[in-house]
Nanobody
């Protein structure tokens, strides 16, 4: 049974940090590229960051570049999104996505709220 569970969200003050995790089971996690998306109220889901299956290459949206770091631990079947210098505009539900060829799995989402 495939499970892909996101965690680590919460309420943080502007300028603070959070680390999101996405734990996978039931599929060959090491074969999959991994992305983090977010969706704010009333907005479309947007790509935040991505990483290749082996963790060798990463990409980021301009809005988070230099503040967020995506990583992937294939030994632990877990992906991470380290978020620093958080801004109110980062408030959203964050989703992880694993993709390999035509196979595509989504985590359930974790809420991040940046507010004083």
């Amino acid at each position: 049974q495939v499970q892909f569970v996101a965690s680590g969200g919460g309420l943080v003050q502007p300028g603070g940090s959070l680390r999101l995790s996405c734990a996978a089971s039931g599929f060959s996690f090491s074969r999959y590229s991994l992305s983090w998306y977010r969706q704010a109220p009333g907005k479309e889901r947007e790509l935040v960051a991505g990483i290749t299956s082996d963790g060798g290459r990463t990409n980021y949206s301009d809005s988070v570049k230099g503040r967020f770091t995506i990583s992937k631990d294939n030994a632990k079947n877990t992906a991470y999104l380290q978020m620093t210098s958080l801004k109110p505009d980062d408030t959203a539900v964050y989703y992880c996505n694993a993709k390999w060829w035509t196979l595509n799995y989504w985590g359930q989402g974790t809420q991040v709220t940046v507010s004083s």
